[in-house]
């Protein structure tokens, strides 16, 4: 099991080495078996990587993300997919009815939104806690209510204060979106794992993101980045920004502890059950056999 996330600040080379990564940077060498690494973000603009170690990565299903110039992850290197069953499994995906996609969506955002509630528990705000456990059971096949929007812009002034906005150029904004874009790459890197076309989402269905279906399953994880990102801005630790130690406790978030089917795990493993799940809900015409995550409180999984 993959466990490791590196975060490269500095320039230097990056190569392959008897199957193991190899930093170079200031005549010091570090290496790292690249079967332990989950993700890799590179940052530096000094950074030179081999192609030998680019399919090292790429046949270890290992994340590699690149930065712009504002630091922020903006290219992600995917292998070609290696399922034995491709076809299989592009069949299902393109198959899918409406229907069927309408009540996988409704499953999808009833969890969010009580992984959300958990959130505010978690915040001490309770009151509003209650008000989304009942939103929860008022999603319907489709979300043709948008109970994810009503319930975000409770959840997010509650949680972050009565003049916050998702949209808004913050230091609050750029850590929730740096961690989301790490988790987004992981879901990425799952789905093409199992065969999944990443661009043919359930709901999300643009015609310029190749994600869709990323962002479709990222959803039900969102509230642990803000309950992490909360933790973060409650110790005043994001007032200058994106730092590396802000940075470091970002990509982290793959490693924390996450409830799934009543199994405590690491987050790239619920990832991992969340879309293989999604091959039965498909073939099975029945959206409650899609498992997905609960938030746990916020500790880091321990890998026995």
């Not at 198959?95 to 969506?105: D, H, I, R, V």
């Not at 269905?205 to 992490?228: G, K, M, T, W, Y």
């Amino acid at each position: 099991m993959s466990w490791r996330s590196i975060l490269i600040s500095k320039g230097g080379k990056l190569s392959l080495k008897q199957n193991q990564l190899c930093i170079w940077q200031e005549e010091a060498e570090y290496t790292v078996p690249i079967e332990d690494i989950a993700i890799i973000v590179v940052e530096s603009k000094e950074v030179v990587i081999t192609a030998p170690l680019l399919s090292a990565l790429a046949l270890n299903g290992v994340t590699l993300l690149t930065c712009d110039q504002q630091f922020l992850p903006c290219g992600q290197w995917l292998p070609f997919s290696q399922y034995h069953r491709q076809l299989k499994i592009l069949k299902l995906q393109i198959e899918a009815t409406t229907p069927q996609k309408k009540q996988l969506w409704q499953e999808i955002i009833k969890q969010k939104v009580l992984n959300q509630a958990f959130v505010l528990s978690q915040a001490q705000c309770e009151k509003e806690s209650a008000k989304l456990h009942i939103m929860a059971k008022q999603v319907k096949s489709g979300d043709k209510e948008n109970i994810e929007a009503q319930a975000a812009l409770l959840y997010f002034q509650t949680l972050f204060g009565k003049t916050f906005h998702r949209t808004d150029d913050d230091n609050i904004n750029s850590h929730l979106n740096y961690a989301y874009t790490v988790l987004r790459s992981a879901v990425a890197r799952c789905l093409v794992y199992y065969g999944w076309l990443p661009s043919l989402g359930i709901f999300h269905h643009s015609e310029l993101n190749a994600f869709n279906l990323a962002d479709d399953f990222i959803e039900p994880f969102r509230p642990l980045v803000d309950l992490l990102v909360w933790e973060l801005w409650k110790q005043n630790k994001l007032d200058k920004g994106l730092t590396p130690y802000t940075k470091q406790q970002l990509i982290k978030i793959l490693h924390k502890q996450i409830q799934f089917q009543n199994e405590t795990l690491s987050v790239l493993s619920a990832i991992d059950r969340t879309i293989a799940s999604l091959k039965i809900a498909f073939i099975s015409k029945n959206a409650k056999q899609l498992k997905l995550p609960n938030i746990l409180p916020l500790e880091e999984y321990h890998y026995e």
